[in-house]
């Protein structure tokens, strides 16, 4: 028997916007930043141990190292691809 895991969450503001009410991430969920305007999305901290967002992580790891100034996980990728990696991940 399997599980679903839940979806993503868009975020309602970019990168740039701050409000502490804003900047609350639900427990079991993780902020990260994608794509060239930095739209913040929180994931489920599952997609942490599956391959295809580990793929994403290397990515981020190669491009900005360990230091993530927005306080979120920054991912190099157009924001088409992670919404397609998601939804995948989503699926399983």
């Known amino acids: 028997m399997g599980f679903r895991l ?49 793929e994403l992580l290397s990515q981020a790891e190669e491009e900005f190292g360990y230091c993530h100034q927005m306080g979120g996980l920054t991912i190099p990728c157009k924001e088409d691809v992670f919404l397609r990696t998601t939804s995948r991940l989503n699926g399983l």
Do not use: C, D, H, W
Request: a positive charge; aromatic letters at 12%; hydrophobic letters at 40%.
């Open 6 to 54: 839940p979806g993503i969450r868009r975020s309602s503001f970019t990168a740039g916007q701050s409000s502490s009410k804003q900047m609350e991430v639900p427990k079991g969920y993780l902020a990260v930043y994608v794509g060239e305007e930095m739209k913040r999305f929180l994931i489920p901290v599952a997609f942490l141990n599956e391959p295809l967002f580990q």
